[in-house]
């Protein structure tokens, strides 16, 4: 069909298309009705809407301006309905303050979303089970879980699994007989690997201060740390307990560790109270007197007043490990016991060590 002039016009160029108004009005317009527009299928209308769906680059474009155009909204929910699924994963955490779990969730959103899920948010208190928030992932219609600075008791995974919905534990080891997947840095290696540096610096009254008892990650990370001077037949390091994960509680472990010489922090926010407790009210200087090491390497870590040694935590790597098994799992291409996968962690010297 030829291309009208407007008749407000005057110079008498023809302007492209437009798609006509329907007669259902904006707001109210159906997929069919834009397809219909179009000339397209139906599906090729949700594939446009669908992040990371096969379609092409131009077709996409031309779908989303014409339902602009035409006011057309996808309603997620009646789709989710009539396939049985939401494309909604909950992001289950505990820990917001520790600098590592927000850059944890921008990674994990940003990654969950370009392979087409939708992300919903919900915390608990930190030291508590995350089965206080199935009730309200299932009124959301949520298909799986990710649970990170938390924990799932057996009860709670078995029945939110036993429905049908995939849950994977991240940065969190599964307890006993959870039949959780997990996707986790190697905590015990990297243990090692702290170990092993404080010992070529000929550090020999070393320290680790541990975070919550109730965590995987600082069981583990103590786990590494004191094998490696077992193994060696050394005495075993000095163990404080923080009580926490934060800068006030690495602080004050730090004022109780006496003429320690190797500091090993159960994470980054721990070492950096910790090294503020040092250089500034026991007067030790850093690396000369004590060296510190912390892991995660949390932005701050880097930050020149602080400069402090850590073990990388590989996130990107975890977070891409997840979204492929969750979509495995949801695609009930994966099936039987449940996945383990551990990642190594990246020793970055720095100032502190």
């Not at 303050?97 to 919903?120: D, I, R, W």
């Amino acid at each position: 069909m030829a291309a009208r002039t407007p008749p407000d016009d005057p110079g008498g160029e023809a302007s492209p298309p437009r798609p006509a108004a329907p007669s259902l009005g904006m707001g109210a317009v159906t997929a069919r009705e834009l397809a219909r527009q179009l000339g397209v299928s139906q599906s090729m209308v949700s594939r446009a809407f669908s992040p990371g769906a096969s379609i092409a680059p131009e077709m996409r474009a031309r779908v989303l301006a014409a339902a602009e155009a035409l006011g057309y909204r996808p309603n997620i929910i009646a789709a989710s309905l009539s396939r049985r699924r939401s494309s909604i994963v909950g992001l289950v955490m505990g820990e917001l303050a520790n600098p590592f779990y927000p850059v944890v969730l921008e990674q994990l959103s940003q990654a969950l979303q370009a392979a087409g899920f939708q992300t919903l948010l919900f915390t608990v208190p930190p030291g508590q089970e995350a089965d206080a928030a199935l009730p309200m992932l299932r009124q959301y219609h949520v298909d799986a879980v990710v649970v990170t600075s938390a924990s799932l008791s057996s009860a709670g995974a078995a029945h939110w699994l036993g429905d049908g919905r995939a849950a994977v534990l991240f940065n969190r080891a599964a307890a006993g007989d959870t039949p959780l997947d997990s996707i986790a840095c190697d905590n015990v290696a990297g243990g090692r690997m702290a170990a092993e540096a404080l010992l070529r610096r000929g550090r020999r009254r070393p320290a680790f201060v541990a975070g919550r008892a109730d965590t995987s990650t600082s069981r583990e990370r103590e786990e590494g740390f004191f094998a490696a001077f077992a193994e060696r037949g050394l005495p075993p390091p000095l163990r404080v307990e923080a009580g926490g994960y934060s800068y006030g509680a690495g602080h004050r472990a730090a004022l109780g560790l006496g003429e320690a010489d190797g500091l090993f922090f159960a994470n980054d926010i721990l070492a950096l109270g910790g090294l503020d407790a040092l250089r500034h009210v026991l007067g030790r200087r850093v690396p000369r007197d004590v060296s510190v090491i912390g892991f995660d390497d949390i932005p701050m870590a880097a930050w020149p007043a602080y400069d402090l040694a850590t073990l990388r935590q590989p996130v990107a790597e975890m977070v891409a490990a997840t979204v492929t098994l969750l979509r495995a799992r949801l695609s009930g291409a994966e099936g039987g016991a449940a996945y383990s996968e551990r990642l190594p962690a990246v020793l970055v010297e720095r100032g502190s060590l």
